[in-house]
């Protein structure tokens, strides 16, 4: 019977009909299953991301010649192909996650809490702080150049702090 509300108890059909659980201790193995395919879903998430991040850096500039002799393989063809995995990771994250979606569509109380407490600590584990360790850049904005006055009366407010320097009027015109 395919329950069309969420229901608590140990007999679960998940996915297919083969997984199906009788026994507490199989209701219990499909739950730690579910959760770990959930921080994995994750944990591709956060691969996926990172190197995404290392395909829009540009080629340092070396020249073409030292490029071929050496790795074989030109910069242009080695971003193409890099976002060729990177597309196929999409692909395998997006099927996990349509996957995990079936899974709770069993409406299964305890099914569905696994897949959430794994995406959550899939998260806390590979995906939470830390983006600015791994975002790369290549050609730093200057100091100079990142601070932008906003001028108002005689003031200018940079960064949040406010220093009194000259500053021309703003002429508003209607």
Sequence with gaps: MMHMTFYWGRRVTVLFDW????TWTGYAL???????AA????YLED??????????????????????????????????????AVA?????????GYMLMLVVMSFNGGVFIAVVVG??????????????????VENPVPAHDRFF????NSLCVILHKITPIECKPIIHVM
């Design 19 to 22: 997984w199906r659980t009788e």
């Design 30 to 36: 499909t739950i730690v299953v579910v959760l770990l």
């Design 39 to 42: 921080a994995f879903y994750q």
């Design 47 to 84: 691969r996926r991301l990172r190197l995404r991040d290392l395909c829009l850096l540009k080629p340092s500039p070396i020249p073409s010649s030292a490029h071929a002799p050496l790795l074989g393989i030109s910069p242009a063809r080695r971003s193409a192909a890099a976002r060729v």
């Design 88 to 96: 196929a990771l999409f692909g395998v994250n997006s099927a996990i």
């Design 119 to 136: 995406l959550a600590t899939g998260y806390l584990a590979f995906r939470s702080g830390g983006e600015e360790d791994f975002t790369a």
């Design 149 to 152: 006055p906003v001028c108002c």
